[in-house]
């Protein structure tokens, strides 16, 4: 397993159906998986993916600047940290965020998001 095809496969799949169909987010979550979104903290599948369908905006467009990765403990694991800019439906200007994700694998031999740390950043 390349650490990096993975982070990249992963980034890509996540920000497309964050970008196009946030509702099917919901299989990259477990029961015990918490996002923390601009500082709330929210666990389960049902309550992150209510959380991500009720942010106030309809349409966005994920663009990637950086993916960074590291391997995580013994569970193989993997830290995924992604930077980029965010444009919204209507808006001129794009935010940047950061998000930081743990990944950790399935008995299937995929990944779950664990942790999912979500914030804009401010200049």
Do not use: W
């Not at 029961?31 to 992150?48: D, H």
């Not at 299937?108 to 999912?116: A, C, E, T």
Request: net charge negative; proline share 5%.
């Amino acid at each position: 397993m390349d650490p990096d095809a993975v982070s990249k496969a992963f980034v890509e799949h996540y920000y497309s159906t964050f970008d196009t169909n946030r509702v099917g987010l919901a299989g990259l979550y477990q029961e015990a998986s918490m996002l923390t979104f601009e500082g709330q903290k929210i666990q389960g599948v049902q309550s992150i993916v209510a959380k991500l369908t009720s942010l106030p905006f309809q349409q966005c467009k994920h663009h990637i600047s950086t993916v960074d990765c590291q391997p995580s403990g013994p569970a193989s694991g993997m830290l995924v940290f992604v930077s980029g800019n965010l444009q919204l439906a209507g808006e001129e200007h794009t935010l940047k965020f950061s998000q930081m994700f743990h990944l950790m694998p399935t008995p299937q031999g995929s990944f779950y998001v664990f942790n999912d740390i979500f914030r804009l950043n401010y200049a």
